[in-house]
C-alpha cells in the first residue's frame, strides 16, 4: 500500500488574503494516502476550507507546493482528478435530481445510456431510489446532501474533497449520513479530505485527525485515529472512542481555539472574484 | 353568509383539480363582477356626466358597434409595442450576456446605465418622431425599445451575476471553462430575473407605444384614436379604446408568463408548495 504514491501532498503551503493583511496558511506540510480519510479540523478562521481549496486549485496558495497524484494541483483539476462536496449542497434548482448527479458525466461527455446507467447504480448506493426525477427544492436537507455526493462520486474520482457536507444538517441526520459515508468510503476505495468543526464526527470517520489553529492558520497535530474498521454504532459506545475524542479537543485547546474575527468564506469569495 | 370550510383536496383526480382551480379563482371573480356591478350602478344611480365617467354597458356597446375600428387600432399599436419590446429586450439581453462576461465593461458602463435608467425616456418621443417620420411605426418602436432596455438589461445583468460562489467553484472543479459556465449556470440561474425584467417590459412598451402615438402617428394608431375621440368629446369611444389598450396589454403581459411558465417548469414558484 506504500508503494503507491501519496494522492495528495503539501509542502510549506502559506496564504495570505489581501495585501498580506490576513495570514490564513502559514507553514503546512501534509501528505495523505491512497485510501486515508484525513479530517481537517479547527475553529473557524483556522483556514481549513481555504486548504481544502488549495488542494483542489479552486484557489492558488501564496507559496508552497500542492501535488495531487503526481502532478500539479492544476493539472489534477484538468484532469477531474476529485470530486468536491460544500456545506451546502450546490445542485442546480433547473435540474432534476438525476440530472443533478449525472452533470458532470454530460460534461466528461458520457453518452445518453451509460450516464443513465451510471445514475441508476448511484442513486441506489445514496438511497434515493424513487427520487430521480423530483427537483432539488422538493428534498430535505439531507436528501440534497446525498444528491451532492452522489455527483460528487459519479465519474469516480480518487480523491473526494468535502468542506463541512454535513454541518448544516440536524445531529441524527448527520450521524445516519456519517454511517453511509463510511459505508460508500469503504466500497469505493477512494482517499478522502475532510473538513468538519465536530470533534465526534472527526473522530468517527477519520483515520487521521489533522488539528489545525487560527491566526496564522497551521497545523497543530496530526493524530492517528486507531479504532477498528468498519466503524459502526458501536464505535462511538467505546473508551477508545472517548479517548480520542479528549485527545483532539486538548489540542485543539493546546492551539488555542479560539475563533476568528473575518469569516473565511468572505474572504475566500473576495479572492476568487466572485 | 354561509361559512364553508374549505378542506385540502388532495391530488389526483381531474375533476378535483378543476374544483380546487375554481375555488382558487373565486374570490377574484367575485371581484371582478363586483367592481363592473358598481362602476354600472353608481354612474347611474349617481347620474354622473357621461364626459366624466360613461357606464361601462355604453363603452362596451361603442365598441361593438365600431369594433374593427377598434381591433385594427389596437393591433397597430400593439405590433409598435412588441416590435419595440423584442428590439429593446434582445439588446438588453445581449448587453447583459457581454457585461457580465467583461465584468471591467461592466464597472465602467453600469453607472451611466443605470443614470440612463431614471432618465424619463417618454419624453423623447417627439425627438424619435422626428427621427424615425412621425407616421412610421419605427418612431414609436424605437421608444419603446429605449424604455424596455434598462430593466431587462439590470435584471438579466443581475441574474446571471447573482450565483452562489460554490455553484462555480463545483464548475471549476469540473475544468468548466467561462462559456460551460455561462451555459450551464449563469444562464438557466437568470432566467427569472430575466423574465421579471420582460414582464415589467411589456407593460412599459405598451405605455411607450400609446403615448408615443400621443405625440403624433399615424391615423390607424391606437394613441391617435384615444387622443382624437377626447378631443371630440366623444368620451365613450376613448374609453373603449383605453379598454382595448389594456386588455392587449394584459394579454401581452400573460403570453409572456406563461413563456416564463413553460420555460421554467422547474421553478418552485410555478409549482404548488413542497411535495414531501
Not at chain 1, 146 to 174: C, K, N, Q, Y
Not at chain 2, 173 to 189: C, K, L, M, Q, T
Request: charged share 20%; net charge neutral; with cysteine.
Amino acid at each position: 500500500m506504500n508503494e503507491r504514491p501519496d494522492v495528495v501532498s503539501l509542502q510549506k503551503i502559506s496564504k495570505e488574503f489581501g495585501r498580506g493583511e490576513v495570514v490564513a496558511l502559514s507553514g503546512i506540510d501534509l501528505n495523505v494516502r491512497p485510501g486515508e480519510f484525513v479530517s481537517l479540523i479547527g475553529p473557524s478562521g483556522c483556514g481549513k476550507s481555504t486548504l481544502l481549496r488549495i488542494i483542489g486549485d479552486l484557489i492558488a496558495p501564496s507559496a508552497g507546493e500542492v501535488v495531487v497524484n503526481g502532478k500539479s494541483a492544476h493539472q489534477a483539476r484538468l484532469d477531474r482528478d476529485y470530486g468536491i462536496v460544500f456545506q451546502d449542497a450546490v445542485l442546480y434548482d433547473w435540474r432534476t435530481v438525476a440530472k443533478n448527479i449525472s452533470l458532470p458525466l454530460e460534461m466528461l461527455g458520457w453518452d445518453r445510456r451509460r450516464r443513465a446507467e451510471r445514475v441508476r447504480e448511484l442513486v441506489e448506493l445514496v438511497e434515493l431510489g424513487g427520487f430521480e426525477r423530483h427537483h432539488p427544492w422538493q428534498l430535505s436537507g439531507g436528501m440534497q446532501q446525498r444528491v451532492s455526493i452522489a455527483r460528487a462520486l459519479s465519474f469516480e474520482p480518487s480523491l473526494l474533497l468535502m468542506d463541512e457536507p454535513f454541518g448544516a444538517l440536524d445531529e441524527m441526520t448527520r450521524e445516519r449520513l456519517n454511517m453511509e459515508l463510511l459505508r460508500i468510503w469503504e466500497a469505493s476505495g477512494s482517499t478522502v479530505v475532510f473538513v468538519t468543526h465536530s470533534i465526534s464526527e472527526a473522530v468517527f470517520l477519520s483515520t487521521r485527525v489533522v488539528v489545525m489553529s487560527p491566526r496564522p492558520g497551521r497545523i497543530t497535530g496530526i493524530l492517528e485515529i486507531d479504532l477498528p474498521q468498519p466503524r459502526n454504532a458501536d464505535t462511538r459506545e467505546q473508551p477508545r472512542f472517548f479517548e480520542l475524542v479528549t485527545q483532539v479537543r486538548d489540542t485543539l485547546r493546546a492551539g488555542g481555539a479560539d475563533s476568528a474575527d473575518i469569516p473565511e468564506e468572505e474572504l475566500i469569495a473576495a479572492e476568487e472574484g466572485l | 353568509m354561509s361559512t364553508a370550510v374549505v378542506q385540502p383536496v388532495p391530488r389526483g383526480s381531474l375533476t378535483r383539480m378543476v374544483g380546487r382551480r375554481a375555488r382558487d379563482w373565486a374570490p377574484a371573480v367575485v371581484v371582478f363582477a363586483l367592481g363592473i356591478g358598481a362602476w354600472e350602478g353608481l354612474v347611474r344611480a349617481l347620474g354622473i356626466e357621461r364626459f366624466l365617467l360613461p357606464p361601462l354597458s355604453d363603452i362596451v356597446q361603442t365598441f361593438w358597434e365600431q369594433r374593427e375600428t377598434f381591433v385594427d387600432a389596437g393591433l397597430f399599436t400593439f405590433k409598435e409595442a412588441l416590435g419595440g419590446f423584442l428590439i429593446g429586450s434582445g439588446a438588453a439581453i445581449v448587453c447583459a450576456l457581454l457585461l457580465a462576461r467583461w465584468r471591467a465593461l461592466g464597472g465602467a458602463l453600469m453607472p451611466y446605465a443605470i443614470a440612463a435608467n431614471a432618465v424619463p425616456i417618454i419624453a423623447f418621443a417627439p425627438i424619435t418622431n422626428n427621427w424615425f417620420g412621425i407616421l412610421s411605426p419605427a418612431s414609436k418602436m424605437a421608444i419603446a425599445a429605449v424604455i424596455c432596455f434598462f430593466p431587462v438589461m439590470v435584471n438579466t445583468l443581475r441574474g446571471l451575476t447573482s450565483v452562489r460562489p460554490e455553484s462555480i467553484e463545483l464548475m471549476r472543479s469540473y475544468a468548466a471553462g467561462d462559456v460551460e459556465i455561462f451555459r450551464r449556470v449563469r444562464i438557466p440561474n437568470s432566467l427569472p430575473y430575466v423574465f421579471t425584467g420582460l414582464k415589467v417590459a411589456t407593460v412599459l412598451a405598451m405605455i411607450a407605444a400609446i403615448v408615443g402615438d400621443y405625440f403624433g402617428g399615424s391615423q390607424e394608431a391606437l394613441g391617435i384614436l384615444i387622443r382624437r375621440s377626447a378631443g371630440i368629446f366623444a368620451f365613450d369611444q376613448a374609453w373603449a379604446a383605453i379598454l382595448v389598450a389594456s386588455v392587449l396589454g394584459i394579454l401581452f403581459y400573460a403570453a409572456v408568463a406563461l413563456v416564463e411558465r413553460l420555460a421554467m417548469s422547474w421553478h418552485p414558484s410555478m409549482r404548488g408548495a413542497r411535495a414531501e
